[in-house]
């Protein structure tokens, strides 16, 4: 895919302060997936947010979604050093069609 | 709970070899998926497979070939290896909207 190409977005902030990484999609989607990946393992589902929800939070971490304009975000309140992971956002559309497309990745570096 | 298991964890190859790659899962998922991922990029998808015997091609399947002759486990093949090639191979199973991922095999070619 497109996005599995392009290098990784580079983010580094100071523990304790707050991070939004964005996604923007191109095609129809009825679920946007926000993954974790931690070094050296496989992503792994941290929330998910559904065409009909505009928002979605989950502890310390808050999607929304905006389907006029295709895109998602991924906030992490308070960031700690545990939080440093790569993020992808991923789209499926649903139904009997199992393909789901991850996007541009983010490498976030939370430093104490 | 399950577990997805992926063998060989590291995996040397030689240019134009055959290398093969093995998947098992025993959350009982019906599908299965195989990424590729290169250093510092996201995940492309070569392979997937919504029951046993069925085979989907994903938009990185040229040079590679699948096999799933049970529903526990999927099978990757590299059918001619690259000079220096390296990337880390993933292999997921789904339930529902969510994929499961197992810890990947990192390919290596001399």
């Known amino acids: 895919s497109q996005w599995g190409e392009e290098n990784l977005q580079a983010l580094s902030i100071q523990e304790g302060e707050d991070v939004t990484m964005n996604c923007s999609y191109k095609?129809?989607?009825?679920?946007v997936h926000w993954y974790r990946q931690d070094s050296g393992r496989g992503p792994a589902l941290i929330i998910l947010?559904?065409?009909?929800?505009r928002e979605k939070r989950s502890g310390r971490l808050r999607a929304t979604l905006d389907t006029s304009s295709q895109s998602s975000s991924l906030s992490i309140t308070a960031a700690q050093c545990e939080d440093t992971a790569v993020y992808f956002c991923?789209?499926?559309?649903?139904?009997?069609?199992?393909?789901?497309?991850f996007g541009k990745g983010t490498k976030l570096s939370v430093k104490s | 709970g399950g577990i997805i298991t992926q063998t060989p964890k590291f995996l040397i190859g030689q240019e134009g070899q055959k290398l093969t790659l093995k998947c098992q899962q025993n959350?009982?998922?019906?599908?299965m998926y195989w990424y590729r991922q290169d250093s510092g990029k996201g995940l492309r998808l070569i392979y997937y497979?919504?029951?046993?015997?069925?085979?989907q091609k994903g938009d990185l399947s040229e040079g590679y070939d699948a096999s799933r002759e049970k529903k526990s486990s999927f099978s990757l093949t590299v059918t001619s290896a690259q000079k220096n090639e390296m990337a880390v191979f993933l292999c997921?199973?789904?339930?529902?909207?969510?994929?499961?991922f197992g810890p990947g095999t990192r390919l290596t070619v001399l």
């Open positions: 991923a789209t499926d559309v649903g139904g009997s069609n199992a393909k789901l497309t």
């Open positions: 095609t129809y989607t009825t679920v």
């Open positions: 947010i559904r065409s009909n929800e």
């Open positions: 959350f009982n998922h019906d599908t």
């Open positions: 997921a199973s789904k339930r529902g909207r969510e994929q499961y």
């Open positions: 497979s919504i029951t046993e015997n069925d085979l």
